[in-house]
């Protein structure tokens, strides 16, 4: 299922291939995995739909028909109902984010960097940044 999610699953064959029946496979593959096979690929798609999103320009139904969703609206449905949010809304957002933290990245200077570093390292972040903000304004 991983390595094609545009495929189709046919639980009878997938529980032939397996030499189960598909009560027994399907009970099995819940218990190992937590949801039964079905859901299981429905996530998977989502998962790659949600990559897709963030890492490609293909409209919502290029995307769709890449996870093997041939409705685009069953598609938007199932997205939305895994992130919590439709696949352009998400797109927005996360784009809208990435721009944010690298426009904080670009205005980040190495008294930034040394001051976070030190309250990353410390028990008592609070008290240690405080003080090096003493310290700093004692040297102005």
Not at 23 to 34: A, N, T, V
Not at 73 to 83: A, G, I, P, Q
Not at 91 to 105: D, G, I, P, S, Y
């Amino acid at each position: 299922m991983k390595a094609d999610v545009r495929r189709e699953l046919s639980l009878d064959n997938f529980a032939r291939s397996v030499n189960l029946s598909v009560w027994r496979l399907s009970h099995i593959f819940k218990s190992e995995m937590g949801v039964p096979p079905i859901k299981y690929l429905r996530l998977l798609r989502m998962e790659r739909a949600k990559t897709l999103l963030e890492t490609s320009f293909l409209s919502v139904k290029e995307i769709a028909h890449q996870v093997g969703v041939n409705d685009e609206s069953h598609f938007v449905r199932d997205f939305k109902s895994t992130y919590g949010a439709s696949p352009t809304l998400y797109r927005t957002r996360f784009l809208n984010k990435r721009n944010e933290e690298h426009a904080v990245q670009e205005h980040r200077t190495p008294l930034h960097d040394q001051i976070t570093n030190i309250a990353k390292q410390n028990l008592l972040p609070s008290i240690s940044l405080f003080l090096c903000l003493l310290a700093l304004l004692d040297s102005v």
